[in-house]
């Protein structure tokens, strides 16, 4: 199985700045996209950001401008730096990703722990 691990969540003025990590470890064949969902209280759980192993890459509108996602495939990981961060941005923040664990196997979608994101006013 997969598991992905992310960190540096926490709380953060409003106009500053995080990065957060995501790294996937286990029984790992091969990982095709990376992504970032988020959760604020009360609302449905949404995409912030998304890479493929090709390199494209998606952003929710309301980041785009704001956040970048990238990736280390060599080492199965995906960031998410986070700039001018809103109020709004607060919310818990989860690791997506899709991958094999063997050869011939189907592609699964793995999801992190969530990470808490608080941006102060």
């Known amino acids: 199985q997969v598991q992905l691990v992310e960190s540096g969540g926490g709380l953060v003025q409003a106009g500053g700045s995080l990065r957060l990590s995501c790294a996937a470890s286990?029984?790992?064949?091969?990982?095709?996209?990376m992504g970032w969902y988020r959760q604020a209280p009360g609302q449905q759980r949404e995409l912030v950001a998304s890479?493929?192993?090709?390199?494209?890459?998606t952003y929710a509108d309301s980041v785009k401008g704001r956040f970048t996602i990238s990736r280390d495939n060599a080492k199965n990981t995906v960031f998410l730096q986070m700039n001018s961060l809103k109020p709004e941005d607060t919310a818990v923040y989860y690791c997506n990703a899709g991958g094999k664990v063997t050869p011939l196997s189907r592609s699964s979608w793995y999801w992190g722990q969530g990470t808490q994101v608080t941006v102060a006013s």
């Open positions: 286990g029984t790992i064949f091969s990982i095709s996209t």
């Open positions: 890479s493929s192993n090709g390199g494209g890459t």
